[in-house]
Structures are given as structure tokens and as C-alpha cells.
């Protein structure tokens, strides 16, 4: 049974505390995965990552079917890991490859724990969070900004102590700009008074000042295309560097209802010597700025009220972030369907199985 249907069916509200599934989420950079079985939690799942002897990433449910210990502690065994506790060795697909303490174990060919298909692109890990086991992935497509070789981009990523919707409602909010980063390098220029509209697009919306567009951050993009992104464009002054605007591409994976991990790819469109250009002073000026401006978003959401939404009083420039609240809180609403009736399905099979 996949793990993420229970028996016990959570509130629209919990289930939205721990992220949507039937989708990809990134969930670790690609330098984070090397020689040795790597554990963490996404969407409150304890998952263990690893690299086969051909580079390939695997990720499995990090619990050994023997005792229940993180497989993560165990050895990289190539296509499978070794419990470090009694050496049960898991395959990539969640078969037991061996129990090697037993000569006759009938866990040994069953396949007893939960696997992930993974894609690892741009730099990062993406796991596909399926409902139903049975179900193929959707494809995984992404933004001009990482899908064409006209863009150079380098990976931020980060851990926040807050729920994954407060990340995103951030992203959502172009106003914020205007206020919190005012002594950015970026964000300086432009209105502090504003009016929004919001348009729709083929995976999702743009929600954008009228009037105000490429003076500050005046609008941002939502999309779901195999994995939900957030996209937008801050216009930089010549001395930054060649490419134009510099473009944001992020993605939040919760963690857990607490914690959440923020992916921001950070391009722009040069190529040739202007991007060798671009990518050093990157890495020698402006990626320190960058920080400094995500650092005000930490400081923000990490210190918002408890319970911060239920006692809100929102206005016309949470236009765009009240849509996507109702888009997602649709979804969860339909995935706690599917979820109950595959353990209707589930029920209904183990009563026939226990009546022969």
C-alpha cells in the first residue's frame, strides 16, 4: 500500500499542512547525494536517497521491513542498501534483495516498503509523491528559464522553520517588494502603492501590478507542469552584469506541517562569453546580496504570528495568493477522494483475501 493512504483520512487543512502529492517535489540538490545512503524527510515521509555504481539516484521509504531502522544508516550496496541493524538488503524497488542472517526468510523477493521514482535535473533531486502505487508519473516539464540552453542558472536552496503555504504565499505577494526589500539592491525602485489583477495561462496564472512592469518585483507566475513552480523577474541595472532581467524559478517542498525546504534557481539569458561573464560575477558579488534578501523573507516567515492565517485580514494586493489558497485547497479536496476510495478498494480486497 502506498504510503501516503491511511486509514485514518486527515482535515482538508492537515492534509494541506504536508503538501500535495501526485506530483514531483525537489527534495535535495544533486551534491547532496554521494557515495553514502542520505536520510531526510519531505511531506512528513522519512525517504533514503542514495547513488547506485552508475551515478543513478534511488529513493526508498527509510524504514528496514525487519525491525523498522533507517535504512539511511545502513551501507550503499549500488541497486540496494544494507540495514546497518541485521544487514537486510532493500532494492531500489522496495524488494528484498537477501536476508542474510536467515537461510529461508519469506521476507526475500516480496517487496515490503515503498519506492520513489526519481529525475534528477538542474542540479536537484525531484521525487514523484504518487497516491496510488499502480499509477504512472506524470511527465515533469520545466520553465523556459531551466528547460533552454539560452539560460544559465545557478540552484539556491534553503531550510525555513515555517509551513511550506506561508513560502509560497511570500512568492505570491510581488507587493512585499516594495517594503521589506526596499535597501536591496534590486528592489529599490518603484511604487509603494499598487493595484493587482491576475490572468490566466495554460498550467496556472500571472498576478502583476497594472501599470508597473520590469521597475521592481511587479509580478510573479504560478504553474503546475508535472511539479508546481513559482516564477518571476526583477529588472537589474547594467553593472550586474549582462542577460537582461534576472529571473527566479522556485519551487517550496514541505518538510514537514513546520518545516520547509525553498529551491530558487536563479538565471538569466546569456550565452558565450557573457555568460562565462555573468556566472563569475555571480559567484564573486551578487550571489552574497541574494542571500541577504531571502535572509529578510526567513526572518519574516519564521517570526509571523501563530497561527498566522486563521487571523488574517487580507486586501486587494493578496488577490493572487488568495486564488492559488482556493486552486490548492480544490486539489486536496480531490486527493482526499482518491485517497478514500483506494482504501475502500484496499478493504474490500483484504475482506475477500480473508475469506478465501
Given amino acids: 500500500m502506498n504510503a501516503a493512504v491511511s486509514s485514518v483520512t486527515p482535515s482538508v487543512e492537515e492534509y494541506l499542512d504536508l503538501g500535495l502529492r501526485d506530483q514531483w517535489h525537489p527534495v535535495l540538490a544533486s551534491w547532496e547525494v554521494a557515495a553514502n545512503p542520505v536520510g531526510i524527510t519531505r511531506l512528513g515521509e522519512n525517504i533514503v536517497v542514495w547513488r547506485d555504481d552508475q551515478g543513478q539516484v534511488h529513493a526508498l521509504e527509510d524504514r528496514c521491513p525487519h525491525r523498522g531502522a533507517r535504512l539511511s544508516l545502513g551501507w550503499n550496496l549500488g ?26 526468510c519469506p521476507m526475500k523477493g516480496t517487496q515490503c516498503i515503498k519506492s520513489y521514482p526519481v529525475i534528477e535535473a538542474h542540479g536537484a533531486i525531484f521525487l514523484w509523491f504518487g497516491i496510488d502505487p499502480n499509477e504512472e508519473p506524470k511527465a515533469l516539464d520545466f520553465p ?45 525602485e518603484g511604487d509603494r502603492t499598487a493595484e493587482m489583477k491576475h490572468r490566466s495561462t495554460e498550467h496556472g496564472f500571472v498576478f502583476e501590478k497594472e501599470g508597473q512592469i520590469g521597475v521592481n518585483f511587479d509580478w510573479v507566475e504560478y504553474a503546475n507542469t508535472g511539479a508546481s513552480w513559482l516564477r518571476l523577474s526583477i529588472p537589474y541595472r547594467k553593472d550586474f552584469g549582462p542577460g537582461g532581467e534576472f529571473w527566479i524559478v522556485g519551487y517550496a517542498t514541505p518538510i514537514d506541517a513546520n518545516n520547509t525546504r525553498v529551491f530558487f534557481w536563479r538565471c538569466r539569458k546569456v550565452s558565450g562569453w557573457q555568460r562565462n561573464v555573468w556566472r563569475f560575477l555571480y559567484r564573486n558579488h551578487l550571489e552574497k546580496l541574494h542571500w541577504d534578501v531571502l535572509e529578510q523573507d526567513r526572518i519574516i ?8 492565517r486563521q487571523k488574517e485580514f487580507l486586501y486587494q494586493h493578496d488577490i493572487g495568493l488568495s486564488r492559488l489558497r482556493r486552486l490548492m485547497k480544490k486539489e486536496a479536496e480531490k486527493q482526499l477522494k482518491k485517497i478514500a476510495a483506494l482504501n475502500t478498494s484496499n478493504r474490500i480486497e483484504m475482506q475477500e483475501e480473508a475469506h478465501g
Fill in 79 to 104: 541497486n540496494r542498501v544494507a540495514c546497518w541493524y541485521h544487514g537486510v538488503e532493500v532494492r531500489h524497488d522496495g524488494v528484498v534483495e537477501d536476508v542474510p542472517a536467515v537461510h529461508d
Fill in 144 to 188: 523556459e528559464q531551466l528547460a533552454s540552453e539560452d539560460w544559465s542558472a545557478f540552484l539556491c536552496q534553503a531550510d525555513w522553520k515555517v509551513n511550506h503555504q506561508y513560502a509560497i504565499d511570500n512568492v505570491m505577494d510581488p507587493m512585499h517588494g516594495s517594503y521589506l526589500h526596499c535597501t536591496s539592491h534590486s528592489m529599490a
Fill in 301 to 308: 516567515l519564521e517570526n509571523l504570528a501563530p497561527n498566522a
